[in-house]
Antibody, heavy 119, light 108 residues
């Protein structure tokens, strides 16, 4: 069974940093590209970042570019999101999601981890 | 950047109703359009990829159509578990933006 489990969320002050982790199991993690997607309270979904299976291709949303860094450790079946210079509008539930195949959507999602940035 | 809109933003329906949700892209995205369902407090679930390809395990009452800029998600006979928020997402733009629509809430 495919499982994605996020951790690392919490309360942080504006300007602070946080590192999210996503532990993957039940599939060949090294074979899949991965994403981070966030959802502010009561709002819609916002794609945050993408990393290819071998980490050679990375993309960010303009809203987080220069502040967030995505990475992965295929030996540990883990995905990460380092978030720096956090702002109040970064407050959201952060989901990791598996890329089905190029342009075919995100087929598995974790349960999400809440990041709250206090101003 | 590609902008995605959905209509309506919310709708009320009854069990057994046929429901249609529309998604529009600001420019041509061919068939690179995905649909997700999100129940309250849960993670999104991929229903349909590439405009019309039903994901494994998704009931056949769900269907998708369209290409270019206009797309629809249809639920042929609404079931109690279908009351949720539905999002469209483009996967065409390069560099990718994977932009989601604002969502359509389907409630009783």
């Amino acid at each position: 069974e495919v499982q994605l489990v996020e951790s690392g969320g919490g309360l942080v002050q504006s300007g602070g940093s946080l590192r999210l982790s996503c532990a993957a199991s039940g599939f060949s993690f090294r074979s899949y590209s991965m994403h981070w997607v966030r959802q502010a309270p009561g709002k819609g979904l916002e794609w945050v970042s993408y990393i290819s299976s071998g980490s050679d291709t990375i993309y960010y949303a303009d809203s987080v570019k220069g502040r967030f860094t995505i990475s992965r450790d295929n030996a540990k079946n883990s995905l990460y999101l380092q978030m720096n210079s956090l702002r109040a509008d970064d407050t959201a539930v952060y989901y990791c999601a598996r890329d089905l195949r190029v342009a075919q959507g995100f087929d598995y999602w974790g349960q999400g981890t809440l990041v709250t940035v206090s101003s | 950047d590609i902008q995605m809109t959905q209509s309506p933003s919310s709708l009320s329906a009854s069990v057994g109703d046929r429901v249609t949700i529309t998604c529009r892209a600001s420019r041509n995205i061919n068939s690179y359009l995905n649909w997700y369902q999100q129940n309250a407090g849960r993670a999104p679930k991929l229903l349909i990829s590439e405009a019309s390809s039903l994901q494994s395990g998704v009931p056949s009452r769900f269907s998708g159509s369209g290409s270019g800029t206009d797309f629809t998600l249809t639920i042929s006979s609404l079931q109690p578990e279908d009351f949720a928020t539905y999002y469209c997402q483009e996967s065409y733009s390069s560099p990718p933006g994977f932009t989601f629509g604002p969502g359509t809430k389907v409630d009783i």
